[in-house]
């Protein structure tokens, strides 16, 4: 048996999906442990391209299991809407292939009100949210005040839990935003339309998983977003709401005894930043659109342009160290072949001095970028599969990462399609 987490190092958006998709292809099991659909992971393959924001990155292989664990913020409406998406595009969905939690909380249609409610309210200090109710399903689920998805197979106790989660979200949303109650019609509508369909899917996932345990299967632990972004060790507060790293993983998934035997940190081979907060390394104005292009660098989810800049040193190491990662995935090297020369945040200056660590998040806004410039290759390497056939500009600029972030690069990605890799 092998259990690997593929988790993000940056800020998200590093790749993770393409190399859920890659790897799957030796795993048994695909679970999703943490995070809801606030975050997109763009796979590429010979069925199409696809853009999963709750679903399991491995649900294309055949014979894969895809659980939905207990640490997703599960949003029926959106999981069902994507659901059909892919089941259009010939992707089969059953409940043999696809599995929920019944220990999963149900995020709830309020929660995307609530989150957009807040922003408008915090106008200039918002916190960059996708606006998709996670911060406010989260904190709910630790006010124990929300629903699991196994109390669908209780009617007449979810509806009465129902309405006294609904008594109490109506006074926050009346009282405090002036917004419209929440009707005992409306949520059952939402239970009719939504989690009625997704029923079928939901189960003991934790045996299932024990199960699998028992019997020496293979299992992945698809992580969404990035170190940077975890709630406890990310850039508080422009985090996420949940534990993006691979420590989690067991929790988040139904598999408390699982021990993870490898941990892919995937990165990208330039930075990107989705939402607000600290980005040191960022790029502005000609150079940073050239590269957005390039990279065709907007969000999944949410259409944005992302922010960009150089590989970052300081947060790339550190979020290696996060994550205890045993191996790196380097994606879109491809990206960077139009530049004659490549810019590296190698060290930051905070206070004055040069530093290598990683600034407490308070201080983090004051610190500067320290670059330097790798000579660029300037030739498409988008066909390339083997890393001695890499042009020896490109091989020095991924042994230099390799040796300042301490980890091992295992993967170089040279395009977004499964094939387009190079295994060292």
């Known amino acids: 048996m092998s259990n690997c987490a593929i988790v993000g190092i940056n800020w998200g958006d590093e790749g993770k999906g393409r190399m859920v998709d890659l790897l799957t292809e030796k795993y048994d099991v695909v679970v999703r442990f943490q995070g809801g659909g606030n975050a997109g992971h763009t796979v590429i393959n010979e069925k199409g391209k696809f853009a999963l924001h709750l679903l399991p990155s491995g649900i294309f292989r055949n014979g894969v ?42 995020l709830l249609p309020w929660h995307r009100d609530l989150d957009e409610l807040e922003e408008q309210r915090l106008a200039d200090k918002k916190y960059g949210s996708t606006k998709q109710g996670i911060a406010p399903f989260y904190s709910d689920k630790y006010q124990k005040k929300t629903i699991l998805a196994g109390e669908l197979f209780y009617p007449e106790e979810l509806k009465a839990h129902l309405r006294d989660l609904m008594e109490w979200k109506n006074l926050t949303l009346t009282k405090v935003y002036g917004a419209e109650a929440y009707t005992e019609e409306k949520l059952d509508r939402w239970l009719q339309d939504c989690c009625e369909k997704i029923k079928p899917y939901v189960s003991n996932t934790g045996a299932f998983l024990k199960q699998a345990q028992k019997e020496g299967k293979n299992i992945l632990f698809e992580a969404q977003l990035g170190s940077l972004r975890d ?3 990310g850039i508080c507060p422009y985090t996420t709401s949940s534990n993006t790293t691979a420590a989690y993983a067991p929790i988040g998934s139904g598999l408390p005894s699982a021990k993870l035997d490898e941990v892919v940190g995937v990165v990208k081979a330039y930075s990107t930043c989705v939402g607000e907060g600290p980005f040191v390394c960022e790029m502005f104005g000609d150079e940073a659109e050239e590269l957005r292009k390039a990279g065709f660098e907007y969000g999944a989810k ?10 970052d040193i300081v947060a790339t190491r550190y979020g290696v160290e996060v994550q205890a990662a045993t191996a790196i995935a ?95």
């Not at 809407?81 to 059953?94: A, F, I, K, R, Y």
């Open 302 to 311: 949410t259409g944005r342009p992302r922010r960009v800049g150089p590989i």
């Open 65 to 106: 299991v895809n659980i939905l664990g207990n640490g997703v913020a599960l949003d029926p409406e959106n999981l069902w809407n994507e659901m059909n998406q892919v089941m259009s595009q010939g992707v089969s969905l059953t409940p043999e292939n696809l599995k929920i939690s019944d220990r999963a909380s149900l």
């Open 231 to 233: 709630l406890d060790y």
């Open 330 to 424: 380097l994606t879109k090297l491809d990206v960077l072949s139009y530049m004659d020369k490549i810019p590296v945040c190698t060290h930051y200056i905070l206070d004055g001095e040069q530093t290598d660590d990683f600034p407490f998040p308070t201080a983090l806004k004051n610190a500067k970028p320290v670059i330097e410039y790798f000579d660029g290759w300037q030739c498409d390497v988008s066909a390339v599969r083997k890393w001695e056939d890499l042009p020896e500009q490109a091989r020095a600029y991924v042994d230099f990462i390799e040796k300042q972030i301490g980890c091992p690069i295992k993967y170089i990605s040279v395009g977004p399609e499964r094939e387009s890799i190079i295994i060292r």
